[in-house]
């Protein structure tokens, strides 16, 4: 790192500095990052994968944590998927219209008999190059790779890129140490030391929503407290008018009367159901009637008087039993049916 020292997860600008093992790494108290100052180089090419993390346990935990929230036909992508053995676990839970994967260790042999594709270079540069196309992947995963990168921003953003704007992102990293009885991890080849707090933070940053996220995740005796997240990109609310009034209990009524005049217009209706379905607004409040309500004239109950077979909303959470009740003492004959806002939530 040149000049000053900047916290990966939080961007906070030169957090505190502790020595563990004769290495600097930080220690940020804004997130609670941890990341190696002073880096030993680590030739992952070469690197001949081993048998951690394998137990059929672990892998079945893996893709239970994801494809209870996928859908059969993605396209995914694996960053660091090693021998290709989650793939396969998954694989046997869902179907892939194809399944890539990024690797530069040796292992990436027996992943070329496993996935469609594996790539042999930083997803930067494939973005970069058109290899992989942009917003092209419905998942794209990690697992314990980020705490290996000197710039897991970097990757995060890449990962961004290559996902489809509702696709997935899963990554998994230790949790902390990674083991719930050691203080730290000196793990030469890690170079970030994430928890909830600040994985989260790097994520959001990126413009991710985590939407699932676990500690304990068991990948071997060493490492047996491991973080797993999954996030989706963040997407500002939109109203949606037809969410509440396409319900199949107002399906084929042209006109409602809504009975409650009160802050759930605002709440509910406003974002969630088609007003141009409702025909009027009833309230008690005298101070009301003559008034509009998302453009529909607010009147007293006695207008129900004047017709017959009204369908009602009842647009109370807190006084639907009350206001029932009034109904049913008041204008049985002239009303059809009642429904209640909260059975449209269901």
């Known amino acids: 790192m040149n000049g000053r ?4 997860a939080c961007e906070a600008v030169d957090p505190e500095i502790v020595v563990i093992g004769g290495l600097r790494r930080t220690s940020c108290p804004s997130c609670h990052h941890s990341q190696r100052v002073d880096i030993e180089p680590f030739d992952y090419t ?38 290709g053995d989650l793939a396969q676990a998954l694989h046997q839970r869902r179907h892939f219209a194809t399944y890539d994967g990024v690797e530069f260790s040796p292992a990436r042999e027996s992943a070329a008999t496993r996935l469609n594709n594996v790539f042999n270079a930083p997803l930067e540069t494939l973005l970069a190059s058109g290899a992989i196309a942009a917003a092209s992947y419905d998942l794209v995963l990690s697992s314990h790779c980020l705490e290996h990168l000197d710039d897991p921003s970097a990757m995060i953003a890449a990962m961004r890129l290559a996902l489809k704007p509702e696709g997935l992102l899963f990554a998994e990293t230790p949790n902390r140490s990674g ?12 170079i970030h030391f994430f928890g909830v707090s600040s994985l989260t933070r790097l994520l959001a940053r990126h413009g991710f929503e985590v939407i699932a996220a ?12 491991s973080l797993r997240t999954l996030a989706k990109i963040h997407a500002a609310p939109a109203p949606d008018a037809m969410l509440l009034s396409n319900h199949p209990l107002v399906t084929g009524v042209d ?11 605002e709440e509910m209706l406003e974002h969630y159901f088609d007003s141009s379905r409702i025909d009027f607004f009833i309230d008690k409040d005298a101070r009301k009637h003559g008034t509009l309500r998302l453009g ?6 006695e207008e129900l008087q004047k017709g017959s077979n009204w369908t009602l909303l009842v647009n109370s959470l807190e006084m639907e039993a009350p206001i029932r009740a009034d109904i049913d003492k008041n204008f049985s004959g002239r009303v059809g049916r009642v429904i209640g806002i909260g059975e449209l939530l269901q």
């Not at 083991?179 to 890690?190: I, Q, V």
């Open 46 to 83: 070469n690197f001949a994968m081993g048998g951690t993390g394998l137990a059929p346990e672990r892998l079945a935990a893996q893709a239970d944590f994801i494809a209870t929230r996928l859908q059969d036909g993605a396209r995914a992508l694996e960053i660091g998927c090693a021998a």
């Open 214 to 225: 676990e500690t304990g995740a068991r990948l071997d005796a060493r490492y047996s407290d």
């Open 296 to 301: 529909r004239p607010v009147r007293g109950p």
């Open 179 to 190: 083991h719930s009885r050691l203080p730290f991890d000196d793990n030469r080849s890690h």
């Open 5 to 8: 020292i900047v916290c990966a």
């Open 255 to 265: 006109r409602v009367v809504v009975w409650g005049a009160g802050r759930m217009v």
